[in-house]
């Protein structure tokens, strides 16, 4: 199960009744928050996500309006007694960017900061919350892919995928005379000695079942790679900068996409559900447009501040 | 006449219902910033103070809650059209503070930076706005005294007098026949030379006459120079983080006031009004706290966002 939160569908300028496009992923407890505008601790706030359960912020690409809020959010877990480290994602320039921010701050525990060098990072949820997992020859609970996208900085896309883990075969177990002390850690994949005996994880698991994708592409032109990469996403979030289609030109020359654009790329994708945000400030009613959207593909949703979404695996 | 907009009164946090305590000077249709928590240009949309006709921010101390504004408002200002440098104020790592904060961005306008190290600035309205004047042997249209305050950081204190010109004695000039011409430069205690005299200021200029004194104190203790350096200001901006008696000891602890120690100090220094701000996040309504100022001193108002006050030359 995955809760989705977003914190904000504004894009450029945070405004009074509008908070800036972050996203928050809820999982096992813990959070992943995607993009850190000006007023997301705000958000954050109003929206009761709770700092102390923070563990990864990805930040898709170094422009202000996804990335300022990053010392006020920083401060404030620092002065809820945070002390396990949190990691902070980013493309190539995100080190020197939170350095900066944090110049003049104490925090009481330790950033890691990864610039993304490459496609996947695996997440594993440890009793101390989320982290990166450093045994990349195994899937962890959460994979974790990007892409590059196309904008006028070094933009990356986000795209979760929460790992299933295959159905636990009880009755096989029961008939196995597996002792039930250990069915947990076969569940997990491993294999068991115990008491002179092998048990192989295999003889308890069933075949492997589809998990839940959550694909984030904000900001960027569409790109060719796009549709792949969020290919039968369970939920598309996306930029739809500009709903009129006459601001067309506006979304080349910004390097951003109208909500059509937006809704091609989740018809070639094959998406469960579309959701648009990063509204431009000069978009006051993106419901307006909506239909530009919803005529292409119709499982559109328009973002507003706090929308949530709790997404389950299919059974 | 001197326009006070305050655009928050919160400290510490930046709360969904309180922006941070940042204040608005408006003078000559030019604006003076004193700080910029996380949040000041939504406030200052929401307001209406505009950005565009900002010359300077003064920040009082390197704690978030009065900076981590900046790189948000900075960039707003270079997206609509900013040329004209800015001057930022600040106390010793104001430079070092504001270079990190900006190291993403860039701006199409130069940042003075001033680490204060004396104790007055002259300020002068020319038609590109206000800046500092190079020239401290005379008085500019504002003088801004500083303090060092007694906080957890360095934070400097900020009293802005606005100088007001002695009466122009028109009937004098009549009388003397000066010529209408240069009455203009007189005013402005210029003496001039024409069609081979020499006109004396004096000889058209009345007695000085009070200006406009506002004193802005937050964050601090109270200290023994604070009644003199506010003294018979027409408004005092004090901090008041705490309005129970009984969070006396967190405010000495966490260096801080109460509303009875701003009261205490509005009193002393003999000011017309005082302004509560920066209450504490604990503090959801400070109104149940106004009798602990006001039976004190009596002309006490509480801080809200948004609240203006318009200060005009006594006659």
Redesign the interface.
């Known amino acids: 199960m995955l809760d989705i939160i977003l914190l904000g569908s504004g894009g450029g ?4 009744n509008r908070y800036l496009s972050s996203i928050v992923l809820g999982y096992k407890g813990r959070k992943i928050l995607i993009d850190c505008g ?2 997301t ?3 954050m ?2 929206f009761h996500t709770g700092f102390k359960s923070l563990d990864i912020i990805c930040i898709t690409h ?1 422009h ?1 309006d996804h ?3 990053l ?2 959010l920083l ?2 877990m620092g002065n809820s007694e945070r002390v396990d480290p949190i990691t902070i994602i980013g493309p190539p ?1 995100i080190y ?2 939170v ?7 104490y925090l009481p525990y330790h950033i890691n900061i990864i610039e993304v060098q490459k496609d996947t990072l695996e997440i594993i949820s440890t009793k101390n919350g989320l982290t990166l997992s450093t045994d990349l020859s195994k899937k962890g609970d959460i994979s974790v892919s990007t892409i590059r996208l196309d904008h006028s900085a070094d933009c990356i896309g986000y795209s979760f995928y929460i790992n299933r883990k295959p159905a636990f075969l009880k009755e096989n177990a029961i008939n196995l005379g597996i002792p039930q002390n250990l069915w947990g850690r076969l569940q997990y994949g491993e294999d068991v000695q115990y008491e002179g005996k092998l048990y192989n994880h295999k003889m308890v698991l069933g075949h492997q079942r589809p998990g839940i994708k959550v694909s984030i592409t904000t900001d960027t032109r569409p790109t060719e790679d796009i549709p792949e990469f969020i290919e039968n996403s369970d939920l598309f979030i996306c930029e739809g900068t500009y709903g009129d289609h006459q601001d067309q030109n506006k979304a080349i020359v910004n390097k951003h996409m109208t909500f059509e654009e937006a809704a091609v790329l989740a018809k070639k994708g094959n998406v469960d559900q579309l959701l648009l945000t990063h509204f431009s400030p000069a978009v006051d009613h993106p419901m307006d447009y909506i239909e530009n959207a919803k005529s292409i593909f119709e499982n559109t949703e328009l973002g507003h501040d706090g929308l949530k979404f709790t997404l389950k695996f299919k059974d």
């Open positions: 300028l945070p405004l009074p000006e007023g601790q705000v958000a706030r109003e170094i202000g990335l300022f809020g010392p006020g401060s404030t320039g020197d960017a350095k900066g921010l944090t110049l003049t701050i």
